[in-house]
């Protein structure tokens, strides 16, 4: 006995010895890779000395004496930080991700070669000035002069036994690239919308097909824009049946959420008399951050905000003691889709209005990761017709011999050029000049200035059509859908110091230009940004009221329809639910019983109503889909007050007619199950931010969970300012929000204040990975200090090698 409680301690003794052991090396392992914000550091390539002053939050404050500097510098600092993200953009820009991924990654690999990424970046570098491509240049070398220095790389890479690759000038046009095809709208919608009208018919596809509002407000107050309310100018055309490809097109590239906006006050309508400015764009949340915030200053530049990792200078949102600016997307339609018709004889060739003519083919090679080590390649030939690349085995949804046809194949990318521009204009001229350089990305930007003038400018590569409108695929081989030009920059929408004092985007119309730009504009939060107006009745706002302003989460679709579910419950079965809704503010907050109600209501309102019409698999995959979702809340929107629309009525029940007042019982009946089944019988105690919560997932937390973060409860929803957008299929995961916000006072501009969730550190076990998260959800910033910047103590000098 005595014995085996010897073995027993003994054994004990070890277990305890291995966990320390194993916390010990883990904890060592992670951590060693976590920069140091203080020291020297011997870098070959630098010219001169650089500071880099380090703030309590991670955000680094860069001073240089030459551009050249500035740029090499700001790249070291942000691979320090981000190199595994930036890694991860540099192989989606090649079409490699299959080098660390191996098999998994075949499929987006096949998607990026076909696009063509890789051969657009060396077109945009190309057309870059030489300053700008010194800039690129500059800043490709400080990212390679980490990897090749003595810091411990990312742990990630160790983990997949992987080594970062080389950067180039032409990897920073392909990050902008990117994010500027993330930000197209038409990519999915029009191919969504053509299968609904082939199975449900054209029909319900012209009513679900999106156009603006007329009840909806503009940027200006104009109403020059020449769709009326829900027609189009695109006709339906049925293409030779195929199988419809399974899969979320969403699994294969990710799509920007829409939720992004800027709110502008100039001076007179301010309390201080100088301009306040806010602005958030609106993404999906990545860990690490999406953004990278930081000061650079050198050369002719000093500005702060948030970088794109992979892109030199200050992107979507900045201030540089001149102006400031943020940017939302614009939701130009530059992409159409062409079906070829291929020559049953040779299927190298397709037709034209003069015959057939050869698909041009680019040979591509994909590398791809195999167990036990080593790459293994595959021949990749991509066919392209002069309308672009086919991408119907690449892209679910789309018909066969399909060819997309996308603006930045007739505008090379020099986007990094504008953003470079833009960090250093000073006035509206210059900001608009910077602007006209940025081909690729489809944004409205809001710009203020120290001297209280306020604006905003569009950019777009926007198609000029011989006929349509872009909405369905059309016919490649007749002619009549070519594009013959685009529209020139000095004619795209822009405001200037208009007669209201304030100018706010919510992704909506600009109002002012009589040509088509697109059926994608967004209107819930416009509308709720009237209303707030409305309220204020004159009175000067404050950077306070700003901040509540950005932080709004009153829904408007919420105050169009509780009045509807009140009447159609009466005093039955729901009254109990009805009376939550009916004592409500609308606020759709963490804390809130009705909130969790409403959102629940209306998610099962909008699949009641459309689901049948479409079928199950294109709701689930098409329109339930986050980025797509505006697209049903819109019908609703406008069948709202007839109660005996055909749509409301069932299919599956041949033998009933329902209305709205039918499907909004039943989608109260399943709002109230699902939520006693996730939250309880007592709805008093049901609670929004028990189930709507934001998700920070990293690119490895699949397989290594601890790498991902605590879920956050978090404020708003689909239509809120303060938007929180989550997946339908998975309630209430979100998949949006303010991934970076912004206010700056410029009547003291060391008021102004920043934030990018979750940290400013992709290295677990940084107190910089996850330390802003929580702190954003409860509706923080922290301190810009583009004043006090040079004051911060966390010095890091990084100088010449043999200096």
């Known amino acids: 006995m005595v014995i085996a409680m010897k073995k027993l301690v003994i054994a004990l003794g070890v277990l305890v010895i291995g966990i320390i052991a194993f916390y010990t090396a883990f904890q060592v392992f992670f951590r060693m890779a976590v920069p140091v914000y203080t020291g020297k550091i011997l870098i070959d390539g630098l010219k001169t000395k650089v500071e880099v002053r380090t703030d309590d939050y991670g955000v680094p404050h860069i001073f240089a004496e030459n551009a050249d500097d500035l740029f090499f510098a700001q790249g070291y600092i942000t691979a320090r930080e981000r190199l595994f993200q930036m890694e991860l953009t540099r192989l989606a820009g090649q079409g490699e991700l299959s080098t660390l991924f191996g098999e998994q990654a075949v499929k987006k690999d096949k998607f990026f070669k076909t696009i063509g990424f890789q051969r657009l970046s060396k077109e945009g570098y190309r057309a870059l000035s030489k300053e700008s491509r010194a800039a ?92 009326p309310l829900g027609t189009l100018k695109s006709q339906f055309h049925r293409f030779p049946a195929d199988a419809l490809k399974t899969g979320a097109l969403m699994d294969l590239f990710q799509p920007e959420i829409p939720a992004s906006n800027f709110m502008i006050f100039s001076g007179k309508m301010t309390e201080s008399g100088k301009a306040l400015f806010a602005g958030s764009p609106d993404l999906k949340p990545t860990l690490p951050a999406l953004f990278f915030m930081m000061r650079i200053k050198g050369g002719d530049y000093d500005v702060a905000g948030g970088a794109l990792p992979g892109l030199p200078g200050i992107g979507p949102l900045g201030y540089n003691g001149y102006i400031a600016w943020s940017a939302v997307n614009g939701r130009g339609d530059e992409l159409d889709y062409f079906v070829e018709k291929v020559d049953p004889e040779n299927p190298d060739q397709y037709l034209t209005e003069e015959g057939y003519r050869d698909f041009t083919v680019v040979n591509e090679t994909l590398r791809i990761k195999v167990k036990g080590g080593g790459l293994r390649e595959e021949k990749y030939p991509v066919k392209v017709s002069r309308h672009g690349p086919i991408i119907s085995e690449v892209m679910p949804m789309a018909p066969s011999n399909c060819a997309m046809k996308w603006a930045t194949f ?61 909405t369905f695929p059309v016919p490649a081989w007749t002619g009549e859908f070519e594009w013959t030009g685009y529209v020139p920059y000095e004619e795209l929408p822009y405001d200037y110091n208009p007669d209201s004092g304030y100018v706010a985007s919510f992704n909506n119309e600009p109002g002012n230009v009589s040509y088509h730009l697109t059926n994608y504009y967004l209107f819930e939060r416009a509308m709720r940004f009237d209303q707030i107006i409305r309220a204020r009745s004159g009175k000067k706002t404050s950077l306070k009221d700003l901040n509540d302003m950005q932080l709004d989460t ?22 109990r639910y009805s009376r939550l809704l009916k004592e409500w503010n609308f606020s759709s907050d963490i804390k809130s019983p009705a909130a969790t109600l409403f959102n629940t209501f209306y998610a099962h309102m909008m699949k009641s109503t459309l689901a049948d019409e479409v079928g199950e698999k294109l709701w689930q995959e098409g329109l339930s889909q986050s980025y797509l979702l505006y697209i049903p809340d819109l019908v609703l929107t406008r ?148 004043v006090s910047g040079k004051n911060i103590a966390r010095l890091l000098m990084l100088e010449p090698a043999g200096f």
């Open 554 to 575: 009153i829904s408007i679709v919420a105050e169009r329809w509780v009045p509807l579910v009140s009447a159609a419950c009466g005093d039955g079965e729901f009254e």
């Open 136 to 227: 690129v240049d500059a800043y490709a070398a400080g990212v390679n002069a980490y990897i090749e220095g003595k810091e411990p790389l990312s742990r990630e890479f160790i983990i997949l036994r992987a080594k970062p690759g080389k950067w180039s000038g032409e990897d920073c046009v392909a990050t902008a690239l990117l994010m500027g095809f993330s930000l197209t709208r038409s990519l999915y919608v029009d191919l969504v919308l053509y299968r609904i009208a082939e199975h449900a018919g054209e029909e319900i596809a012209y009513r679900l097909a999106p156009s603006y509002p007329d009840f909806a407000p503009t940027l200006t107050g104009k109403r020059l824009s020449p769709v």
């Open 410 to 470: 007739d505008n090379a990318s020099t986007d990094v050029e504008g953003l470079l521009l833009l960090n250093r204009a000073r006035n509206f001229s210059e900001f608009r000049s910077a602007l006209s350089r940025i081909k690729t990305n489809n944004l409205g930007l809001g710009y203020a200035d120290k001297e209280g003038n306020i604006g905003w400018q569009f950019t777009a590569s926007a198609p000029v059509r011989k006929k349509g409108d872009g």
């Open 639 to 786: 069948i709202a007050s007839i109660s005996d629309h055909e749509l409301y009525d069932d299919i599956s029940t041949k033998e009933v007619k329902e209305q709205r007042d039918d499907i909004v019982l039943k989608s109260m009946k399943a709002a109230v199950g699902q939520l006693n089944e996730q939250q309880g019988g007592n709805p008093e105690k049901w609670r929004w931010g028990r189930g709507h919560k934001m998700f920070f997932e990293h690119p490895l937390g699949s397989k290594l969970g601890f790498l991902n973060l605590a879920s956050i409860p978090t404020n708003g929803d689909h239509f809120t300012i303060n938007s929180g957008f989550w997946e339908l299929g998975n309630p209430f995961k979100m998949d949006s929000g303010g991934v970076i916000r912004i206010l700056v006072d410029f009547a003291d501009p060391e008021k102004s204040t920043i934030i990018s969730p979750p940290g400013q550190s992709g290295h677990y076990k940084s107190r910089h990975y996850d330390d802003l998260a929580q702190l954003w959800a409860d509706g923080g910033q922290i301190p810009l200090r583009f």
